[in-house]
């Protein structure tokens, strides 16, 4: 069965570090996104991708890169971590541009010590 | 700017007790309203893409219903593992850029 996966689970990690968080799928969908999940607030966007070599800014950006070099896969990098940073961080894909379901990873709960 | 609040923050039923969230919604040009399970320490569940008013849709004890300005999510006869938060999100017409606006959730927990 299709499904979208990430690595890994946990981490923590101290302030000034690089992160990189792992998403792969296996829907073979073009779409996917990266949001961070707070107490308090909806699901944000960070990043999102189109397709290969394609990437664009979400709502909260700040801090944060991504890159799309196939299908499958979008890592998420915190080039310098900040406690601000702790949160759970989810992936998602979906098929097409237009109205189109967004499905899910596990999550990843990142800690910044 | 698209907006999405979930009444109320949380809910406890008795097992069997019906009851329904909602989902109010402001949003340029709706091109979708989604509903999700979310258990704790996982990522969300779909449930339910809804893309018009009057639209209905039903899954085992849950139904969605849309009007436009907002969503509810029947629970019927609800039983200890329908608990969970039930996540409500919107898609709006942006200029092609695929956003959608996700609330902050309804906890709901199922007593035996």
């Known amino acids: 069965d299709a499904e979208i996966t990430q690595s890994p689970r946990h981490k923590i990690t101290e302030t000034g570090r690089q992160v990189t968080l792992a998403c792969h799928q296996t829907w073979n969908h073009n779409n996917m996104f990266w949001y961070r999940q707070d107490l308090g607030h909806g699901l944000r966007l960070i990043h999102y991708?189109?397709?290969?070599?394609?990437?664009n800014k979400g709502e909260v950006s700040d801090g944060y890169s991504v890159s799309r070099s196939n299908t499958e896969d979008l890592p998420l990098t915190l080039e310098s971590a900040a406690s601000s940073q702790t949160s759970v961080y989810f992936c998602?894909?979906?098929?097409?541009?237009?109205?189109?379901?967004?499905?899910f990873g596990p999550g990843t709960r990142l800690t910044v010590l | 700017e698209d907006q999405v609040t979930q009444s109320p923050e949380a809910l406890r039923l008795q097992e069997g007790e019906s009851s329904s969230l909602n989902c109010s919604y402001t949003?340029?040009?709706?091109?979708?309203l989604f509903w999700y399970r979310q258990d704790p320490g996982k990522g969300p569940e779909f449930l339910f893409t809804l893309y018009s008013a009057g639209e209905e849709k039903e899954k085992e004890r849950l139904k969605a219903t849309l009007t436009k300005k907002e969503s509810f999510l029947h629970i019927t006869a609800p039983k200890p593992e329908d608990s969970a938060t039930y996540l409500c999100a919107v898609q709006g017409n942006s200029g092609g850029y695929q956003k959608v606006t996700f609330g902050t959730g309804t906890k709901l927990q199922v007593i035996p």
């Open positions: 991708s189109y397709g290969v070599q394609d990437t």
């Open positions: 949003v340029s040009g709706l091109r979708g």
């Open positions: 998602a894909s979906s098929g097409q541009e237009g109205t189109d379901t967004q499905y």
